[in-house]
């Protein structure tokens, strides 16, 4: 079947460590995309991507890194520097980057500070 | 810059009864909307598209109105039954010709009681 599958769906950091989240599609996408959602509070970009070995920033960028080695995977790195990181994280794909597209969501991860 | 806002408030309705959610935005309009619907614990699944040249859009007994002069959008789900409960997220485009930067509202939560 094809989809986003994200891992792990919950997570825990300890305080100064470093976690990656991990996301992949097999929808043959281009365009991939990382959300940040809080309680009650709509969902905030955090980086997009819209072709391989590029990404731009979203509205929260600051205190996380991504990669873009494969069309594939769009991996959500949340560093020491995120000082609030527990929330819901959400990977997206579309079939590119045009402004009509449609996203398509993963299942999430729930981080949480230990 | 650019503002969504949807009933904060859950709605509750009883089963067969016709949901009616809001969502208004401030500034200029976009180009299209979008609505997504969101289980506990999942990732937002797309639903319908609307452009700002359409003033309605239909897709089963669900519809979509789109309103430029008014600013708002109102999703209709008719007949409704318990498994339509969820939130429901409206998303719009930042800006026509970047592709793919969507911004979410808060959603609004529904409830259908049998």
């Known amino acids: 079947d094809g989809g986003i599958t994200q891992s792990p769906k919950y997570l825990f950091r300890k305080e100064g460590q470093n976690v990656t989240l991990s996301c992949e599609q097999n929808?043959?996408?281009?365009?991939m995309y990382w959300y940040r959602q809080d309680p009650g509070q709509g969902l905030r970009l955090i980086y997009y991507?819209?072709?391989?070995?590029?990404?731009q920033k979203g509205d929260i960028a600051e205190g996380y890194s991504v990669s873009r080695e494969k069309k594939e995977s769009f991996p959500l790195t949340v560093t020491s520097a995120q000082k609030n990181p527990t929330a819901f994280y959400l990977c997206?794909?579309?079939?590119?980057?045009?402004?009509?597209?449609?996203?398509?969501f993963g299942s999430g991860t729930q981080l949480s500070v230990l | 810059s650019q503002k969504i806002e949807q009933n904060s408030e859950a709605l509750n309705i009883q089963e067969g009864k016709t949901a009616t959610l809001t969502c208004n935005y401030t500034?200029?309009?976009?180009?299209?909307l979008q609505w997504y619907r969101q289980d506990p614990g999942r990732g937002p699944v797309f639903l319908l598209l609307?452009?700002?040249?359409?003033k309605e859009k239909r897709k089963e007994r669900l519809k979509v109105t789109f309103d430029t002069t008014l600013k708002q959008s109102l999703f209709h789900i008719t007949a409704s039954q318990p498994a339509d409960s969820a939130t429901y997220l409206c998303?719009?485009?930042?800006?026509?010709?970047?592709?793919?930067?969507?911004?979410f509202g808060q959603g609004t939560e529904l409830s259908v009681k049998p």
């Open positions: 991507s819209q072709i391989v070995n590029d990404f």
């Open positions: 929808l043959n996408h281009d365009a």
């Open positions: 609307i452009r700002e040249n359409e």
């Open positions: 998303a719009l485009d930042m800006s026509g010709n970047q592709g793919g930067k969507l911004i």
């Open positions: 500034n200029y309009s976009p180009a299209y």
């Open positions: 997206a794909s579309s079939i590119d980057a045009g402004w009509n597209e449609k996203l398509f």
